[in-house]
């Protein structure tokens, strides 16, 4: 766990208990406080076969919420979807995640921390593409999240190892508070090789060596001071520590209160849902009848107008009706003058029958006449030309 107090970084352990409380890893901690839902669906949730890791082994019997969680006190996203009160899926979205869309209506992404394949089948094409972009963004996010993450962990551990690498520049050992061995063998030197020297340059190398001595000194009491203020600082983060688990228990208790109302909600949620779906039906069926309805009072003006055109219709089979019995009258008038000429005809072909018997006895008549003249004419042309 990385803290900050004062302007100073500590990297404290974190035991595993404290890490599952942390990451919300068990189901009766999911959904703690700092983690909200920022996504939902419902979809069937399937897993890899563990023995055959071919065949998918559904995990719900009906559809249920798929969500996808943000967690911003650690700045993670969670896919988690709950059947009742068992958790069949809670997968972290990590950079390397690829979510594959193998089918129009079915989706896949391997979990290596659950050692697991998970699938999800959706009602429509429209709900996967959704899916699929939202895990995509959120991968991306996470991926952000842990550059970020790495750049404040290199920015905090650099302080930490310059202000240690100034306190080993100078450290704590008797060559350092009295001098090496060469600093410690030089007045000696100076004394046997110059026995006849001047007060004044004997004294030069113990001047040299007491400041030294002074400096060494002035080393030491900066080294203690920072010691004392590391001591102080470690004291603080030790009450830091108790301070903080202590808040851990107290953010689990919330949790568990939180996730007893979370239940609570989820069945008042269940039921409004039943309510939703009731009232969907009931506006459908709504619908529906407002069409039907609609549908016959078209088919009502339909029929009306069809009734108006029966009614021209019928007005015009009287007149057509009035017209054909003047018609008809008007025909019986031709039939009788169709008969009357027809008698009329009958008698004419019979006096022009007799007119055409009475020609052919005259030509007969005419005939024989002719014949006679031209045996008349032929006889007196004999004669005339006896004579």
């Not at 896919?79 to 990590?94: E, Q, V, W």
């Not at 100076?190 to 190398?205: D, I, V």
């Amino acid at each position: 766990v990385l803290t900050a107090r004062c302007n100073q970084y500590w990297i404290l352990p974190v035991t595993k208990s404290q890490e599952e409380g942390v990451s919300f890893s068990t189901d009766r901690n999911l959904g703690k406080m700092g983690e909200q839902p920022i996504f939902s669906t419902r979809a069937h949730v399937f897993q890899i076969d563990p023995n055959t890791k071919k065949n998918w082994v559904p995990t719900s019997k009906h559809a249920v919420t798929v969500s996808y969680f943000y967690d911003s006190t650690r700045n993670v996203y969670r896919i988690i979807s709950l059947d009742g009160s068992k958790a069949i899926i809670n997968s972290t979205i990590s950079p390397n995640m690829t979510f594959t869309k193998t089918s129009q209506k079915f989706g896949q992404w391997a979990d290596s921390r659950a050692n697991t394949v998970y699938g999800l089948g959706f009602s429509s094409e429209h709900h996967l593409t959704k899916f699929a972009e939202k895990f995509q963004e959120f991968k991306e996010a996470a991926r952000l999240a842990k550059e970020k993450s790495q750049e404040k962990m290199e920015l905090t551990s650099t302080p930490s190892q310059e202000s240690a690498g100034g306190d080993l520049q100078s450290p704590l050992t008797p060559e350092s508070i009295n001098g090496t061995d060469d600093e410690r063998t030089t007045p000696e030197v100076t004394q046997n090789s110059e026995p006849r020297a001047e007060t004044t340059q004997n004294a030069l190398p113990y001047t040299h060596s007491s400041a030294i001595n002074k400096h060494w000194e002035a080393e030491l009491a900066t080294l203690k001071g920072n010691n004392a203020k590391l001591t102080a600082a470690l004291l603080e983060s030790t009450a830091n520590v108790k301070q903080w688990k202590q808040q851990l228990a107290a953010y689990q208790e919330e949790a568990e209160r939180l996730h007893k109302r979370v239940s609570e909600l989820e069945c008042v949620s269940s039921q409004a849902n039943a309510v939703q779906t009731h009232k969907t039906e009931l506006n459908q069926t709504i619908q529906e009848l407002e069409s039907t309805l609609k549908k016959k009072e078209e088919e009502i003006e339909r029929l009306k107008e069809e009734i108006e055109h029966a009614k021209e219709l019928q007005d015009q089979r009287d007149s057509l009706s009035q017209k054909l019995q003047e018609v008809e009258t008007h025909n019986k008038d031709l039939e009788g003058q169709l008969t009357d000429l027809e008698q009329r005809l009958e008698k004419s072909q019979s006096e022009q029958e007799a007119f055409r018997n009475n020609l052919k006895t005259l030509l007969e008549i005419l005939d024989g006449k002719i014949f006679e003249l031209t045996e008349l004419r032929d006889s007196l042309a004999k004669l005339l030309k006896c004579s």
